[in-house]
């Protein structure tokens, strides 16, 4: 298997356990990553606050770059707000050719184009259907026997585009966290927002969102999720959640790849569980 690889910047900065556990992850379960050359920021969600145009030009332009190549391969995207970016200017430059030629027509100063057509996936999808359970079988060396792990998606994996879970009850996680040994634990909030960027503007307003999947998650020892920015909030938080409600709410906040990688062997240091700001020591007692 061989994919386009593009990281965005979170995975350069604040989520680079993300970036270094689904790379070590990917590797030995035998895919083949390409990481776009010269890849650039996707907008995140500043841009369109500044530029339609430039909202659909900066992701569009690392599509081009992949497309330039004339390799066959799917765009790999761990992120999920830069999935839904890149996701977003492919369909809209396929639905409205007047788009596309004024997005064209910048992309042109770089001698780039793009023509549209490119399957953009997330990370999770692709460990879910392209791998799967089956795909870790043989894989797994230290079970996570015992372990409760709540499956945390977000919005922006799912939402619009919800072409590989159900976006209002999502379960794509589920096999895989029960075939690395763990038992998945029950919950209804693995499609809520956890605040987002509300975190820097209305604090208040985001941590009220934070609290209520902390809260939900009481008695598990860990969540887990594919996306920078649910991971930061849920991670760096708690203490202001359980202020909020008075109560302990710490538990530990990992990335899907970082559970994996310590299932299959590779290591605390190869996923980088250091960097997390929240991992208990029980849970760190209970992974070895």
């Given at each position: 298997m061989k994919y386009f690889y593009y990281p965005g910047c979170s995975l350069e900065g604040t989520a680079m356990e993300y970036d270094h556990?689904?790379?070590?992850?990917?590797?030995?379960?035998?895919?083949?990553?390409?990481e776009v050359k010269d890849w650039t920021c996707c907008g995140a969600s500043a841009a369109d606050a500044i530029s339609h145009l430039l909202s659909m030009v900066l992701p569009a332009r690392n599509l081009a770059l992949a497309e330039q190549t004339n390799s066959q391969a799917?765009?790999?995207?761990?992120?999920?707000?830069?999935?839904?970016?890149l996701r977003k200017v492919d369909d809209h430059l396929q639905r409205d050719h007047n788009l596309a030629a004024r997005i064209n027509s910048v992309l042109g100063e770089e001698g780039l184009t793009y023509h549209g057509g490119m399957k953009v996936r997330h990370l999770l999808d692709v460990l879910a259907n392209d791998i799967g359970a089956e795909g870790l079988q043989g894989k797994v060396t230290?079970?996570?026997?015992?372990?409760?792990?709540?499956?945390?998606?977000?919005?922006?994996?799912?939402?619009?585009?919800?072409?590989?879970?159900?976006?209002?009850?999502?379960?794509?996680?589920?096999?895989?966290?029960?075939?690395?040994?763990?038992?998945?634990?029950?919950?209804?909030?693995?499609?809520?927002?956890?605040?987002?960027?509300?975190?820097?503007?209305?604090?208040?307003?985001?941590?009220?969102?934070?609290?209520?999947?902390?809260?939900a998650a009481r008695g598990a020892d860990a969540i887990v999720t594919v996306c920078p920015m649910c991971q930061m909030n849920l991670d760096s938080f708690q203490k202001g959640a359980t202020r909020l409600r008075g109560e302990d709410l710490s538990i530990s906040v990992l990335y899907l790849p970082q559970l994996m990688g310590l299932a299959m062997g590779l290591g605390r240091e190869t996923v980088k569980l250091n960097q997390n700001m929240a991992v208990t020591a029980a849970f760190r007692a209970r992974v070895g």
């Open positions: 556990a689904a790379r070590a992850v990917l590797a030995a379960l035998g895919v083949e990553l390409m799917d765009f790999l995207i761990p992120c999920s707000a830069c999935y839904l970016n230290k079970p996570l026997t015992g372990l409760r792990i709540v499956p945390y998606y977000g919005c922006q994996a799912l939402r619009p585009y919800g072409t590989f879970d159900d976006p209002e009850q999502p379960r794509s996680m589920e096999a895989l966290i029960t075939a690395l040994g763990a038992e998945v634990f029950p919950w209804t909030m693995g499609a809520k927002c956890c605040g987002a960027g509300l975190m820097t503007t209305k604090k208040p307003v985001a941590l009220q969102a934070a609290s209520e999947l902390l809260m």
